[in-house]
């Protein structure tokens, strides 16, 4: 825990830092401070962890789950085949170039306000790292170790389990903390632009009525899903990677 201690000192002296000038600003509509943002979270804790949140994490789930699926299918196929890594990874670049703010708006129309429209919007955004990471797992395994395996009669499909999977599994870690942090991201902006409920939702909606604490109460929920969210991929890596210690 010790190694934590300096950023956890630099987020308490940004929260006073943040209490002090919005105390002098005197504009609560526009920049709360954080304990009546602290307040306002408790005051509505009630419809926000049982009418929205739950909305929320369904989307960050499902978004999340089809990413990992979509992402490290097509890692595998790549790895297995140049002529797939020439038509796809090309593509795959392409896709983060686009912003996600504008692609937002037409999941919309073609999914209307269904979950699907804001699940589409989290698969973009999470697919990418998952997939890049985990590609670069399997092209970081030993040449020198594939080429003993070959010598000893080892098939294609002994090299890919016994090989290809262990140099992947610590990159696709890798890829899926970049990623969860990112489907929650994924998940509030879909809500933004088009939901009936969902913590996204909710902090729009706060927006329209000049409610300060209002509009930062959802967001300081959804950092907190993130960051338990990242703790728990970083928890399933220290137990399945155990053999890297």
Do not use: C
């Not at 825990?1 to 002296?13: E, G, Q, V």
């Amino acid at each position: 825990m010790k190694k934590y201690i300096p950023s956890t000192l630099l987020i308490f002296l940004f929260i006073i830092l943040w209490e002090v000038v919005a105390r002098m600003v005197d504009l609560d509509f526009l920049f709360p401070t954080p304990s009546a943002v602290i307040m306002e979270l408790w005051e509505l804790r009630t419809i926000l962890i049982t009418e929205h949140l739950p909305s929320t994490l369904l989307i960050i789930i499902i978004g999340l789950a089809i990413s990992i699926l979509f992402g490290v299918g097509l890692a595998i196929a790549m790895n297995q085949s140049k002529a797939v890594e020439q038509t796809f990874y090309p593509i795959i670049i392409i896709s983060q170039t686009i912003p996600i703010i504008a692609l937002a708006p037409i999941f919309v129309l073609w999914f209307g306000y269904s979950i699907w429209s804001k699940v589409a919007v989290t698969i973009l955004i999470s697919f990418f790292p998952i997939t890049i990471s985990t590609f670069d797992g399997f092209r970081s395994k030993s040449k020198e170790i594939q080429e003993l395996l070959l010598t000893m009669g080892a098939s294609r499909k002994d090299i890919f389990l016994k090989l290809d999977i262990p140099s992947a599994i610590p990159y696709f870690y890798s890829g899926l903390k970049v990623a969860v942090p990112l489907s929650v991201i994924g998940a509030a902006i879909g809500e933004w632009l088009g939901a009936q409920v969902g913590l996204g939702y909710f902090s729009r909606r706060m927006m329209t009525q000049f409610d300060g604490a209002g509009v930062f109460a959802p967001v300081v929920l959804l950092s907190m899903l993130g960051i338990l969210l990242f703790l728990i991929v970083v928890w399933m890596e220290e137990h399945v990677l155990k053999w890297r210690k």
